[in-house]
């Protein structure tokens, strides 16, 4: 399995329904600079104040370091949590956007917005 397929695997894991993760990015995303691969979100052609991405390398994120979240590198531990404990962060941000989305085009459908 390459790194996409572990991608898909521990988003599928965390996220089965596909209801917080919208998209998955792996090595084959990146730039390379300096011998570092490096995450620029920009490519995305999304709105950066959407996008949370999560890594255990702060050299990779250099580019948006206000998007990441830096967690330690899994190696395999079966009581390694990290990702686990992130997930009611990431609800309460999922409904914040739902909700900023259904404002949004409630707005847009009407003349004004009050």
């Given at each position: ?28 995303s990146t730039l390379l600079k300096d011998g570092h691969y490096i ?25 948006q370091k206000e998007n990441a979240i ?45």
């Open positions: 399995m390459g790194e996409q397929g572990g991608i898909n695997e521990i988003c599928e894991a965390l996220d089965p329904n596909y209801n917080m993760i919208v998209g998955r990015f792996g090595r084959e995450k620029d979100l920009s490519y995305l052609n999304r709105p950066l104040k959407e996008i949370i991405y999560i890594d255990f390398e702060d050299i990779s994120v250099e580019l830096l967690i330690p590198k899994f190696e395999g531990e079966i009581d390694d949590r990290n990702l686990i404990d992130l997930i009611p962060f990431l609800e309460r941000k999922l409904l914040i956007i739902k909700s900023y989305l259904y404002l949004y085009r409630s707005c847009s459908l009407s003349w004004r917005c009050s």
